[in-house]
């Protein structure tokens, strides 16, 4: 396969230098539980559907069938929590608070389309490395990414 820089050649010659057409690409869950421990799958009516372990240990009421909105409150961008807001702002950063503890995460929505689901893929938005033990969080529940 031969990549080609975009706006090269006419479109019928140019080729996705990120994905093959019969690309096939997905994650078990436990690998992109690992990659992704502080990630968030809601439902159409924006209930959880699974939370990574991190969120899990720094929100422990976010469990499948609770409503994101009894757990986080959006920060940025400004707006209501909804199916429609969420898909609509999939390409915006996302500040999204903890309520109960004010921890703030940061990272951004993306709709999976076939499962019917919005996921956030983020991460705590800390001001200093002292802040993860404050947090009760430690290196492991990150990411090596």
Same mark, same amino acid.
């Given at each position: 396969? =031969?990549?080609?820089?975009?706006?090269?050649?006419?479109?019928?010659? *140019?080729?996705?230098?990120?994905?093959?057409?019969?690309? *096939? !690409? &997905?994650?078990?869950?436990?690998?992109?539980?690992? +990659?992704?421990?502080? %990630? !968030? +799958?809601? $439902?159409?009516?924006? *209930?959880?559907?699974?939370?990574?372990?991190?969120? %899990?240990?720094?929100?422990?009421?976010?469990?499948?069938?609770?409503?994101?909105?009894?757990?986080?409150?959006?920060? =940025?961008?400004?707006?209501? +929590?909804?199916?429609?807001? !969420?898909?609509?702002?999939?390409?915006?950063?996302?500040?999204?608070? %903890?309520?109960?503890?004010?921890?703030?995460?940061?990272?951004?929505?993306?709709? /999976?389309?076939?499962? &019917? /689901?919005?996921?956030?893929? &983020?991460?705590?938005?800390?001001?200093?490395?002292?802040?993860? &033990?404050?947090?009760?969080?430690?290196? $492991?529940?990150? +990411?090596?990414?």
């Amino acid at each position: 396969m =031969r990549c080609v820089p975009p706006g090269v050649g006419t479109p019928d010659t *140019r080729v996705n230098p990120v994905a093959s057409e019969d690309s *096939r !690409l &997905g994650l078990p869950p436990e690998v992109f539980a690992t +990659a992704f421990p502080f %990630h !968030l +799958a809601l $439902d159409p009516d924006l *209930r959880f559907v699974q939370v990574g372990r991190s969120v %899990h240990k720094v929100a422990p009421e976010a469990v499948p069938g609770v409503t994101f909105v009894s757990v986080f409150r959006i920060v =940025r961008p400004e707006g209501d +929590a909804t199916i429609h807001f !969420l898909r609509q702002n999939q390409s915006q950063l996302f500040l999204i608070e %903890h309520i109960a503890s004010a921890l703030t995460l940061r990272g951004e929505f993306v709709s /999976l389309d076939s499962q &019917g /689901l919005m996921v956030f893929l &983020g991460s705590p938005w800390l001001r200093s490395a002292l802040e993860i &033990g404050q947090r009760g969080l430690g290196f $492991d529940d990150f +990411a090596v990414h």
